[in-house]
């Protein structure tokens, strides 16, 4: 089944104690990004990935970093969590950067930071 | 400052009529839009898009519209049915691998 998995799907942890999230496609789409979705204030687009080895910031980078070895991972790091991260997070994959083409997002994490 | 805007949070619509999602933006670069539906628990799925050289875009029951002089966009659904309950999304780009999002409209179809 042509899928996004993000692990773990619930996270509860406190300030500052490093974290990953992992994402993984299995349609060998070029295309990643990630994204947090806040009340009010709709999904916003942290990094991106159009290819391996090949990240980009999206609109709210600060606090996160991305890493893209592979074509099928793209983790998500948070070095040092603040409670301002808490948030849904949902990664994205496409067959190619041109947002014209379908994303497929992923079930989504809630993360908590105490 | 919100480039992509959703003025209506919620929207309740009766079984059988038709639903309209509105949607404003203030970047003329954009050209590309998109429109993408979310269940509670799940994640976004696509619906439909339409590029900046068209007005109109029809894909079964979901049609959207784009005026770029007033840089606004709609979908409209319809007839509506209760499984469209979700929230909506719209989505513009302007540049390769950027997409911005609006903040979104729950659509409740009432039977």
């Known amino acids: 089944e042509a899928q996004v998995t993000q692990n773990p799907r619930y996270l509860i942890t406190v300030t500052g104690k490093k974290l990953t999230v992992t994402c993984s496609q299995n349609m060998n789409h070029e295309y990643m990004s990630w994204y947090r979705q806040d009340p009010g204030l709709g999904l916003r687009q942290i990094y991106y990935s159009m290819n391996v080895e090949v990240t980009d910031k999206g609109d709210v980078p600060e606090g996160y970093k991305v890493s893209r070895k592979e074509k099928r991972n793209f983790p998500l790091i948070l070095e040092s969590p603040s409670p301002n991260q808490t948030s849904l997070y949902f990664c994205?994959?496409?067959?190619?950067?041109?947002?014209?083409?379908?994303?497929?997002f992923g079930p989504g994490t809630r993360l908590t930071v105490l | 400052d919100q480039q992509v805007k959703q003025n209506s949070p919620s929207l309740s619509v009766q079984e059988g009529r038709i639903s309209i999602l509105n949607c404003d933006y203030t970047?003329?670069?954009?050209?590309?839009f998109l429109w993408y539906k979310k269940y509670p628990a799940e994640g976004p799925t696509f619906l439909i898009s339409i590029s900046s050289i068209k007005d109109k875009n029809e894909d079964g029951r979901f049609t959207v519209f784009l005026n770029k002089s007033a840089k606004h966009l709609s979908l409209h659904i319809v007839p509506s049915q209760p499984g469209d309950s979700a929230v909506y999304f719209c989505?513009?780009?302007?540049?390769?691998?950027?997409?911005?999002f609006g903040q979104g409209t729950e659509l409740s179809v009432k039977p």
């Open positions: 989505a513009a780009s302007g540049e390769a691998g950027k997409l911005i």
């Open positions: 994205a994959s496409s067959f190619s950067e041109r947002v014209y083409t379908e994303q497929f």
């Open positions: 970047n003329s670069m954009f050209d590309y």
